[in-house]
């Protein structure tokens, strides 16, 4: 397992961009497929995006609609969430996770960060 650290959280304005970053210890980083879920309050879970272990692959949940971007940096130990065009509804607790296999089903990952808050006003 690694550990995850999130952090780029905050409060915006809807139309505004934040970058998400989500740091990983330990060596064997590169080996994950890399996921981004959130979850609002009162509601399930939700898949965001996943990127493969070497940043070949990523694939989005349909609500993002090309206004996000997943990328890792495995020489860093990070991986990031770039969003832009954010909408109130985006307003969510963000989290990153590590899993081995290709997946956008949250229960195939092992590792998940703390969360970072991310909050869209109108």
């Known amino acids: 397992q690694v550990q995850l650290v999130e952090s780029g959280g905050g409060l915006v304005q809807a139309g505004g961009s934040l970058r998400l970053s989500c740091a990983a210890s330990g060596r064997t980083f590169s080996r994950y497929q890399m996921g981004w879920f959130r979850q609002a309050q009162g509601k399930e879970r939700e898949f965001v995006a996943v990127i493969s272990w070497n940043g070949a692959s990523t694939l989005y949940g349909d609500f993002v609609k090309g206004r996000f971007t997943i990328s890792r940096d495995n020489a860093k130990n990070t991986v990031y969430l770039q969003m832009n065009s954010l909408k109130p509804e985006d307003t969510a607790d963000y989290y990153c996770?590590?899993?081995?296999?290709?997946?956008?089903?949250?229960?195939?990952?092992?590792?998940w960060g703390q969360g970072t808050q991310v909050t869209v006003s109108s």
């Open positions: 996770a590590a899993a081995k296999r290709w997946s956008r089903d949250g229960n195939e990952y092992d590792s």
